[in-house]
């Protein structure tokens, strides 16, 4: 009878179409709006390199330490990095105004006594430029000071230790990349499928108990052990609520691409103790809130939220530290 | 005795809503419980089934006491509640293999059981239908499917009539006898005297968690004072007719209606005869005439002095 009991509790549960379409189509809905405002937004926090020219003459070219430093973060013609800063490109003065005053690039260099940057408007693009230009001469007056001082820690390293660069560059070259703070959304999104678990949780109560509903009255009166009956419904919804987080990892890890790393094995576990805790959650409020259904869907539904919320679904960079 | 309530008592809150209510139900009987809306009936099933603590008083079912996990009693009870409850998600077919397997393991068995209740209520067409897509009134055939498919000994029916159809409502009432011809006992609440009076061979009248009368319904209409209810179609209407009829020996009361004179009577002999006469004397031509004997509504009315139907 606890058998018979799981498969009709199974029958009902997949045939409630619209729990079914909280607990499985909403997330899918949410995972694939997700998705596609993700390759919006990580189209737009693409960094794209900034367009500048630097005046080619000779006092630039004597300046060696300034043409490897500006060339090791730009794509020349002759030289194409992936992570590159700058787009360089190398004119005379009048070709690089008349590119400015074309908005065909952000701003030019001159390199003669001193290095002046000459850029049209204010804005990310300009600050950085001129960010990179400000590190560049406190590096190497830096560089000369304590050269002037002590000449010996020239040898000893001391360019390569404050001519670190790279991580400088590297840093705002991972923009580049995939945010890293997407997968959150998706461990978020999970977590409330898991938690949703908590809507079959209510509906065996629901139909178990007496004063509950009148088909629980009808359970109530067969000479049936209430006990058993409740662990084979909750199981019922348990199998649901697990099979349909299933179906969302797999939704966004072999269509939406979404990648969980290694940890696939670990997401899984936890996902059956998350059901499990959100099947039961449902129990709990169906069983202790008193008043109608409409209330206790209304505190599932809101204590979903809130707790997707914290979880980081409607903001990344909720942490817990 | 199949049941047995002593005492009863049944509180919410201030409200009594069972107050010291005792009845008995004798093997093979139709029992009826016949009370106006919120007189307590739905509490007093509720609560011989267990399904309700009370606050005093005894409950035997089959001469035992009943208690929520008294399963070899609940074996042989069926209950066909107020309100419909089966499965939205599960079919007629499913809806009464499910209830009936609460009973009944061995599945060959249980096949024949839901094929004969089925059968019984007459929802055969319909058995591949979800209880939404169903009338009210195959709802309810439903509804007293999913409790009697187990063939219980007694059965409980909370005014399985409410809102159906005639047709149904005739189906459901002679399948209540019938089930009872069946050897079935049966206890039946309603708010309807003229069903009651149909078909229950012992009722209890009931007010306020209180049985006021009790006993078949000749006994019931023979507690009370009042006589024939007499109607006379007249073709003239004047009030001195009022007073002389009001004159004539056992009339409580008369009154027009429309043009219809309506007479009230206690028990007596003759007193329709008597009417006629005095009315043959002023020389008022009379057309049709009827008498009915009193109704529980007149039991009612006697014993509470308000009307059962509101
Ligand atoms: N859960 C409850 N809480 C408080 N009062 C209740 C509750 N259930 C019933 N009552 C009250 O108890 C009284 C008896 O109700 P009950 O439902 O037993 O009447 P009933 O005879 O079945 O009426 P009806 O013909 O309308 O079904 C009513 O006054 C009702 O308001
Ligand atoms: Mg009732």
Known sequence: MVLRNYFYRLKCIVRDRHSMFWTLMFPLLLATMFHMAFLNLSNGLNFSQIKIAIVDIDEYRNNTGFVSAIEAVSNTDENQKSDALFNLKYTTLEEARKLLDDDKIEGYIICDSEIKLTVKETGINETIIKSFLDYYLQTSSTIGTIAGVNPEAVNKGLIETLSDKADYLKEIAYGKSEPDSTVVFFYSLIAMTCFYGSFWGLKEVTALQADLSYEGARLSVAPVHKMKMFISSFLAAFTVELIEVFLLISYLKFILNVSFGGELLYILLACITGTFTGVTYGTFIASVVKGGEGIKIGILIGTSMTMSFLAGLMYEKMTYS | ?310
Request: glycine share 8%; hydrophobic share 40%; net charge neutral.
């Open chain 2, 1 to 310: 005795m199949v049941i047995k309530v002593k005492n009863l008592v049944k509180r919410y809150g201030d409200l009594i809503a069972l107050d010291h209510l005792s009845l008995e139900v004798k093997e093979g009987e139709i029992f009826g419980l016949l009370g106006p809306n919120g007189s307590g009936k739905t509490t007093a099933i509720n609560c011989i089934l267990s399904l309700l603590k009370y606050d005093k008083g005894t409950i035997e079912v089959y001469g035992r006491q009943m208690s929520p996990d008294a399963y070899d009693i609940k074996r042989r009870i069926g209950i066909i509640m107020q309100n419909v409850a089966v499965f939205d998600e599960l079919t007629v077919y499913e809806n009464i293999d499910y209830f009936c397997g609460l009973y009944v393991r061995d599945k060959k068995r249980r096949k024949q059981l839901v094929d004969e209740a089925i059968e019984f209520v007459g929802i055969k067409d319909f058995v591949k239908f979800y209880p939404k897509k169903l009338s009210g009134g195959l709802l309810r055939r439903l509804n007293i499917a999913c409790g009697i498919a187990h063939k219980p000994d007694l059965i409980i029916l909370d005014e399985p009539t409410v809102a159906v159809d005639p047709q149904s409502r005739n189906n459901i009432l002679e399948g209540i006898k019938r089930l009872n011809s069946e050897g079935a006992t049966i206890l039946y609440t309603s708010h309807y005297m003229e069903e009651v009076e149909e078909i229950c061979t012992r009722i209890a009248i009931m007010d306020k968690g209180k049985i006021i009368a009790s006993g078949t319904k000749e006994e019931l209409k023979g507690m009370i004072n009042s006589g024939e209810r007499l109607t006379v179609e007249l073709f003239k209407t004047d009030s001195s007719i009022i007073d002389g009829v009001l004159n004539l020996p056992n009339i409580v009361s008369a009154e027009f209606d429309g043009n219809l004179l309506i007479v009230r009577s206690i028990k007596g002999k003759n007193n329709l005869l008597k009417l006629l006469d005095y009315l043959k004397s002023r020389d008022i031509d009379v057309g049709k005439v009827y008498s009915e004997p009193p109704t529980l509504n007149d039991v009612f009315l006697e014993i509470t002095g308000k009307e059962l139907r509101d």
